[in-house]
T-cell receptor, first 115, second 112 residues
């Protein structure tokens, strides 16, 4: 099994619908992240969580919400999807590297299309 | 201005060539410098990272950091078709915030 599992892998929805993307991890890491990837813009941070009770906004949190249900589970919700939220979404966990670096392990991604 | 700038390419090279991938950044607080590799339809995976300035070598890959110029590089020697992927530079500070900022990624094609 993958260290970080995202569901669904692909989703097509309509404007105004509520969408939830789910993420679970087996790394045992406390830190979890949601990123969005768009062509030419790279990965942009939506939300991050350092533990179940600690959730923080990233650079593009408007229109999104998250829930940290357990150490291993971190879900991303779009309350009312709009077309410019069409993108590839990645969940990641953060572990400590040898020199103290925050090393991210990513899931395979969830491709969301909003019509 | 973005905190991290990276030319998106694409960059196309013949097999065996030396590849140079680069990023510039504006935040002098960055202390950790990372390179992630992303194959098509996959999530990024960590290739290597360095702390502060200097070089680090891992097989055919060498990462360089020049903090005075706010410039980092990844060199790939004897490039192979299997190296064809998108390479993302990433950076973070050491304040404990654990936020990682990514470049846009450079798409690399190595032709056999």
């Amino acid at each position: 099994d993958a260290d970080v599992t995202q569901t669904p892998r692909n989703r097509i929805t309509k404007t105004g619908k509520r969408i939830m993307l789910e993420c679970s991890q087996t790394k045992g890491h406390d830190r979890m992240y949601w990123y969005r990837q768009d062509p030419g813009l790279g990965l942009r941070l939506i939300y991050y969580s350092f533990d179940v009770k600690d959730i923080n906004k990233g650079e593009i949190s408007d229109g999104y919400s998250v829930s940290r249900q357990a150490q291993a589970k971190f879900s991303l919700s779009l309350e009312s999807a709009i077309p410019n939220q069409t993108a590839l979404y990645f969940c990641a966990t953060g572990g400590q590297g040898a020199s103290g670096a925050n090393v991210l392990t990513f899931g395979a991604g969830s491709r969301l299309t909003v019509l | 201005q973005k905190e991290v700038e990276q030319d998106p390419g694409p960059l196309s090279v013949p097999e065996g060539a030396i590849v140079s991938l680069n990023c510039t950044y504006s935040n002098s607080a960055f202390q950790y410098f990372m390179w992630y590799r992303q194959y098509s339809r996959k999530g990024p995976e960590l290739l290597m990272y360095t702390y502060s300035s200097g070089n680090k070598e891992d097989g055919r890959f060498t990462a360089q950091v020049d903090k005075s110029s706010k410039y980092i590089s990844l060199f790939i020697r004897d490039s192979q078709p299997s190296d064809s992927a998108t390479y993302l530079c990433a950076m973070s500070d050491d304040t404990g915030g654990f936020k990682t900022i990514f470049g846009a990624g450079t798409r690399l094609f190595v032709k056999a």
